[in-house]
């Protein structure tokens, strides 16, 4: 039966309740799905008695980023399905109008807004290419910062391209991830052997491959208030594991797509180049 849902909403909580609410304040109309992780915070008692419209499913463990959007993707009903971070505030109006893209353009798999952080500065990780070793060496060691509008060096947030317009990219944040319906029946829902990172650049390679493209559209803009549910944690421990899933998120992405491509040394020179850099 053909749905007659725009756009279906996954939002994916993990005590970020007041950051929650603010969210679900914003996008609360039409179709929304909160998939919690087992939070401690109250989250889910708070959406039950102040948003007794949207959908709740509430884990009894935090099953990760990916598992729990997987979750919210098989229940949604909606033509377009926006995955978004609890830590993020949509402005008015800001869903309908990519939506409007995305009808005028069917040829567009993803759209990513352009996230803003607190201080003002654009969060670069809603306008990536993919980490390739070079993007990946150009990145860590500065020269993408020291050159930032340099198409040699800054292959992995692109900063040569013009922000104000909308274009290709190889990838948008999960923190708002515009997706067709068809896209995700073609393709597959995302990899949970990634628990926490790395999923929607995951998600977008594979998203290409099938010849879909994937756009930056900057004409929306959403705060991102970013890593809420990890490394800006107040929680030492929570901080340290979610940094050792942000580069066991490296390691799962070069094997899975790259090490066929590369010689043994490369890959062995990358996979040294992680360690080193989990380790500082």
Not at 81 to 93: A, C, I, Q, R
Not at 195 to 205: A, K, N, Q, T
Not at 274 to 280: E, T, V
Request: glycine residues 8%; proline residues 5%; contains cysteine.
């Amino acid at each position: 039966m053909k749905s007659t849902v725009n756009v279906s909403i996954i939002i994916v909580s993990f005590n970020t309740k007041d950051l929650l609410r603010a969210c679900l304040a914003a996008v609360a109309a039409g179709e929304v799905i909160v998939v919690d992780n087992g939070s401690s915070d109250g989250s889910v008692e708070m959406v039950k008695k102040e948003f007794p419209g949207v959908t709740l499913i509430a884990n009894s463990q935090n099953r990760g980023f990916a598992a729990a959007n997987n979750q919210g993707l098989k229940r949604a009903r909606g033509r377009y399905m926006l995955l978004l971070n609890s830590d993020t505030e949509v402005p008015p109006g800001a869903i309908g109008e990519v939506t409007r893209f995305m009808d005028e353009h069917p040829d567009i798999g993803v759209t990513g807004a352009k996230l803003m952080l607190p201080n003002g500065r654009m969060d670069p990780a809603c306008h990536r290419g993919f980490p390739t070793p070079w993007a990946a060496v150009a990145y860590f060691t500065g020269f993408e910062k020291a050159f930032p509008h340099s198409r040699f060096f800054g292959e992995y947030h692109q900063g040569y391209k013009t922000m104000n317009e909308p274009h290709q990219i190889d990838s948008p944040s999960g923190a708002f991830y515009f997706v067709r319906r068809e896209v995700y029946e073609s393709v597959g829902p995302l990899d949970e052997d990634y628990f926490m990172y790395g999923e929607d650049l995951d998600w977008s390679y594979r998203i290409k491959q099938k010849g879909w493209k994937i756009y930056f559209y900057p004409r929306v803009t959403v705060l991102h208030h970013k890593k809420q549910s990890g490394r800006a944690s107040t929680d030492p421990a929570l901080r340290k594991q979610t940094q050792q899933y942000f580069y066991d998120t490296m390691k799962l992405f070069y094997k899975k797509h790259y090490s066929h491509r590369y010689s043994w040394l490369v890959t062995k020179l990358v996979e040294l180049g992680i360690g080193l850099r989990a380790s500082l």
